[in-house]
């Protein structure tokens, strides 16, 4: 079966399902869940960092969709419908506890945009020096506002539209925070990297 | 093309570059390592996608909400099974046999605890016994417990005999619950849903032991 095949099979099931779970099919609602539960786990998780706080906003995001299943028309895809959720769910409990979230429309001048202020700007490439742990860490020690548009873009491969759409931003603002994100992954990562090698 | 005028334009930049900027990237050694990492960096967090799982007990309580809210409804008669994993359906919902007996033993424990009286307690012990033996009628003949089980049940007797009758009922329905979750994992070695319940199904009955257990210590 051609991936392109594979694709409509899992959108004719993905809508049919849909439809079923709107006539409160417990089955529906399962297969829902289970399409999209790594993905809102994985942003949930990475932006709270903690696996109990994560399966909690998990499980809010899916009940507050669920809830909802019936208004769905299809406008915009599913996932970004749940996604949408999800990340409205998780921006929620951050406030909540009143973590610092970087304004989305606000254009904050950081050292990372100014190109002589590279800390480790004459070490080496960082490609293929980046493992999975490293860069786990790295992504958490991000500001949650920079991190949920980078999870959503370069985790989750949402286009700037669709997260514009998500996150409630303009695209140009995406596109910025992400490349902020980015700059600041580096930074961080070098800074790593350059304290690892001085350890005896 | 300066550095600063390629770091302007970088946010805007996709996967491709114009000539001018291809140029600036063969002569600037900064700028291209810049490019790189940036590139590493994205490649490297795309392999991260969906690689979390939650655990079942999300989906468990999702269910018992949707349920309790009515958002479920249970199919009328004369309409088919559900269309999505028809095989599952029948022995998924024994899952919920064992936990919802499982929570009244533990129900049950507490009541007992708080010196409710016997006949309280009876009442609630028979319960799920009721409950779940009936299920049981209906279950396998070689639905029969382990050693293990037998020393289980006899610890829990030694301590507090009242529990034993409620734990024997557990684990049946847990054993029974194992076996199905087995069945249909190793119908379908690659049935990720089906490992999933597998592994819920051991989780119940060391659910189980742990109850009896912390229940028969002095």
Same mark, same amino acid.
């Given at each position: ?7 409509? +099979?899992?959108? *004719?099931?993905? @809508?049919? %399902? ?10 529906? $609602? ?31 995001? $899916? ?5 909802? &299943?019936?208004? $769905? ?8 419908? /749940? ?24 254009? &904050? ?11 480790? %700007? ?8 980046? +493992?999975?742990?490293? !860069? ?5 020690? !991000?500001? #949650? ?5 980078? !999870? ?49 | 093309?300066?550095? =600063?005028?390629?770091?302007?334009? *970088? ?8 000539? =001018?900027? =291809? ?12 490019? %790189?990492?940036?590139? @590493? ?6 392999? /991260? ?12 309580? &999702? ?40 929570? *009244? ?28 033996? @009936? ?33 024997? @009922? ?7 619950? &194992? ?9 379908? #070695? ?15 009955? %060391? ?5 009896? /257990? ?5």
């Amino acid at each position: 079966m051609t991936d392109a095949k594979k694709q409509q +099979d899992k959108k *004719l099931s993905e @809508a049919e %399902a849909i439809e079923r779970a709107k006539q409160g099919d417990a089955a529906a $609602f399962e297969a829902l869940y289970n399409l999209h539960k790594r993905r809102v786990y994985s942003l949930c998780l990475r932006m709270t960092a903690n696996t109990a706080a994560a399966e909690d906003l998990t499980q809010e995001a $899916f009940l507050q969709l669920f809830r909802k &299943i019936g208004t $769905f028309r299809g406008e915009s895809a599913f996932s970004t419908w /749940l996604h949408r959720m999800a990340v409205n769910v998780v921006l929620m409990q951050l406030r909540k506890k009143g973590l610092p979230i970087v304004p989305l429309e606000e254009n &904050i001048e950081t050292e990372e945009e100014s190109p002589r202020k590279e800390p480790g %700007a004459d070490d080496p490439r960082l490609a293929g020096s980046i +493992d999975r742990m490293q !860069l786990q860490r790295s992504i958490a020690a !991000l500001p #949650p506002g920079y991190r949920m548009i980078f !999870l959503l873009h370069d985790v989750e491969g949402y286009e700037h539209n669709e997260i514009a759409e998500i996150v409630g931003c303009s695209i140009g603002n995406s596109k910025s925070q992400l490349h902020k994100a980015r700059m600041k992954l580096r930074e961080i990562l070098k800074t790593s990297r350059a304290e690892k090698a001085t350890k005896p | 093309m300066t550095c =600063e005028e390629f770091e302007r334009v *970088l946010p805007e930049l996709g996967s491709g570059h114009s000539m =001018e900027q =291809e140029e600036h990237l063969k002569t600037c050694s900064t700028c291209s390592d810049l490019v %790189a990492d940036l590139n @590493a960096i994205s490649r490297q967090s795309r392999l /991260l996608q969906g690689s979390e799982e939650p655990s079942p007990w999300v989906w468990n309580s &999702i269910e018992v909400a949707l349920r309790q809210e009515g958002l479920i409804r249970e199919p009328q008669q004369g309409q088919g099974q559900s269309f999505i994993h028809p095989p599952r359906l029948s022995w998924k919902l024994r899952w919920l046999v064992p936990a919802a007996a499982a929570l *009244l033993v533990a129900f049950g424990v507490l009541m007992h605890q708080r010196g409710t009286g016997r006949a309280q307690l009876a009442d609630q012990q028979s319960r799920p016994v009721g409950v779940v033996t @009936a299920d049981l009628q209906h279950s396998n003949p070689a639905d029969v417990m382990g050693g293990d089980d037998l020393q289980l049940l006899e610890t829990v007797a030694s301590r507090t005999p009242s529990m034993r009758a409620a734990y024997e @009922a557990n684990l049946r329905a847990v054993n029974a619950y &194992i076996r199905d979750a087995e069945q249909s994992a190793n119908s379908d #070695p690659n049935d990720e849903v089906a490992q999933q319940y597998l592994r819920n199904a051991y989780e119940q009955k %060391a659910m189980v032991y742990e109850m009896a /257990l912390d229940r028969s210590l002095p």
